[in-house]
């Protein structure tokens, strides 16, 4: 455990060097200006806009983040040779991949943090000085508690594409581990449709490849419950756990994969 | 007593190419024994595999026949990366991070805590002489610091092995002579060193035993003196205050004479002529004796002649090849 922990305090510290940190600023001033620009334009949705907005800006900053560090965890230490000195020490291989991965769902929980204490910090400004009769309007409260199951859902999602860029960087280039990574995304955003392929396609084979596929890709807009607490519907708790499961067990997968092909490189 | 580090016929191949791959053996059956406590010289042009062999050691890289153990145990095992030190060629670290901060670091993999900790790392980075600078990013320190900084990281654990891989690389003569007296230091204190280098004068003034690889094979090995004693073919005289009757008289003995500034030459003797004997005019006719040196092959002449003497160039075969005219 020490050994993880320790790479991984070493890849928090990098993101920190790496100024990783200013986007916090950028989503701080996204939301102030959106807050202020909303609220000239529109009459009792602005709240509605600004959570909407928030969940969307976690989602998008977190993936840059896991993407574009995530893909050269691995691979950027094998490039600028650290990882010489570094495996010579009493840290084994799967110890180094588990810490790289601590390391940067570390620095995504600090930042997915701070996002949501700025996003709340917003709605309990807009509650403050929106009247009485416009909130009353509103399907959720201001500073819904409930928000807090889609950032949940958000985290384990961005926990899913940092596994899956390191998954990558393990064994392919970074550009070509960024790309990869995106393509699950987005692919993992529609996997539902793959699911009933059979139903537009006569094709038994693409039926068959889309039904495949649909089991071994990630099924990701499962982790998409934005909709649903922005508009105050219900996401049970039930739902929660075994959606967060699933996102583990996949994690826990690649993880595995990924130390599996790591294990038996040869750095030259 | 057991080697401190056994290495048994071990071989890597690597595939080379783009579409057509094909084997290329850059390591070839070395097969190597390296006592404890001795300073163990890995000797041999770039690209003869001295890298290769470090890295297998340290499991940077498998090996495709062959094995090998430090202090008994397999290069594999974790916890016996506990016992040993290792310094990789052109060393590269986190440059994000201080000095002090990358020894911390590998210092906590080692279990170091706390104070422990900080003094550990304040006395190897005053060991290496590395002074305020501790404190500033990697990404600023020169070639030389941060082959000090490589040494130091390689030296944390106290260990009992260490691994050198070209130690004396981007460092100026104060710094050689630095890590020079450091290996001596190890090597007074029981510990083993395996270093690499090509600079044969590294390899004299430190090792009893040197291994001389040469594409990728065991070339020779044994004490430095039996293997490049035969090499010796001549004696240079530098001599100071020789007049020209006097070198005149002295020539018909002499190969070559080269005058280095008025009335100081280098004299060069072939290996029959007794340097004594011309000594002993010279200095009877006023001169006065500079130094006096055995001329030898350098090491990059050394390994061509072995390679010839092999009579397979310059690497060696793949498996599956004849060995037999080996």
């Not at chain 1, 050994?3 to 100024?19: G, H, P, T």
């Not at chain 1, 701080?28 to 200006?33: R, S």
């Not at chain 2, 044969?200 to 690889?213: F, G, H, K, Q, S």
Request: charged share 20%; aromatic share 10%; glycine share 8%.
């Amino acid at each position: 455990m020490r050994a993880i922990r320790s790479v991984a305090v070493n890849v928090f510290r990098e993101s920190v060097r790496d100024r990783v940190p200013y986007n916090l600023v950028l989503f701080a001033v996204l939301l102030i200006a959106s807050s202020y620009l909303i609220g000239q334009l529109t009459a009792g949705q602005d709240v509605k806009i600004i959570k909407d907005l928030g969940l969307a800006a976690t989602s998008v900053f977190g993936l840059f983040i896991s993407i574009f560090i995530g893909i050269g965890l691995v691979s950027k230490e094998v490039e600028r040779r650290s990882i010489y000195a570094l495996l010579s020490k009493p840290v084994s291989r799967a110890q180094f991949v588990a810490g790289k991965y601590a390391g940067l769902v570390l620095t995504l929980a600090v930042n997915v943090t701070v996002m949501t204490v700025a996003l709340y910090i917003i709605l309990a400004y807009m509650v403050w000085t929106e009247p009485p009769t416009i909130r009353a309007g509103w399907d959720a409260p201001g500073t819904d508690p409930r928000l807090l199951k889609a950032i949940f859902l958000i985290f384990i999602e961005l926990m899913l594409v940092t596994a899956i860029a390191l998954f990558f960087s393990t064994f392919s280039s970074p550009i070509l581990s960024a790309a990869l990574t995106f393509g699950f995304y987005v692919v993992g955003h529609f996997n539902a449709d793959l699911k009933n392929f059979d139903r537009v396609v006569d094709s038994k084979a693409a039926a068959y490849l889309a039904r495949g596929l649909y089991h071994v890709l990630p099924d990701l807009s499962a982790f998409d419950v934005k909709t649903e607490v922005v508009h105050g519907l219900p996401v049970t708790f039930g739902y929660l756990a075994s959606t967060a499961a699933y996102g583990v067990a996949y994690v826990t997968a690649l993880l595995l994969l990924a130390t599996f092909i790591f294990s038996r490189r040869d750095f030259k | 007593m057991s080697p401190a580090i056994r290495i048994e016929e071990l071989t890597k191949d690597y595939a080379i190419g783009f579409w057509r791959r094909r084997p290329y053996r850059a390591l070839d059956r070395l097969t190597l024994d390296i006592e404890p406590g001795e300073v163990y010289g890995f000797l041999g042009p770039n690209g003869a595999g001295k890298t290769t062999t470090l890295k297998l050691l340290m499991q940077l890289i498998y090996p495709t026949s062959g094995r090998a153990e430090i202090l008994g145990r397999p290069v594999g095992d974790i916890a016996m990366r506990r016992r040993i030190g290792y310094l990789p060629e052109n060393p590269s670290f986190y440059d994000y991070l201080t000095a002090e901060e990358l020894l911390g670091y590998f210092a906590e993999l080692f279990g170091y805590k706390g104070a422990d900790r900080r003094k550990r790392v304040d006395t190897l980075l005053e060991r290496v002489g590395i002074g305020a600078e501790r404190r500033l990013q990697l990404r600023k320190f020169s070639k030389g610091m941060i082959q000090r900084v490589g040494i130091a990281q390689a030296l944390l654990n106290d260990p009992e092995v260490i691994f050198l891989d070209e130690p004396m690389s981007g460092l100026d003569p104060l710094g050689r002579r630095d890590v020079r007296s450091l290996i001596l230091e190890l090597r007074d204190q029981g510990r083993t060193v395996f270093f690499s280098s090509h600079i044969l004068a590294d390899a004299e003034a430190l090792c009893r035993r040197v291994a001389v690889l040469a594409g990728g094979r065991l070339a020779a090995s044994g004490t430095l003196t039996d293997i490049l004693a035969f090499q010796v073919h001549g004696w240079e005289l530098v001599m100071a205050n020789v007049s020209p009757e006097v070198l005149a008289k002295v020539k018909p003995a002499v190969r070559n004479t080269t005058e280095i500034s008025p009335g100081r030459y280098a004299l060069e003797l072939s290996l029959d002529q007794a340097p004594d004997r011309i000594l002993a005019d010279l200095t009877a006719a006023g001169a006065t004796l500079i130094s006096l040196n055995p001329m030898r092959d350098t090491l990059e002449d050394f390994f061509m002649k072995r390679v010839a003497e092999m009579g397979t160039g310059a690497r060696a075969p793949m498996a599956g090849d004849d060995h037999a005219s080996h």
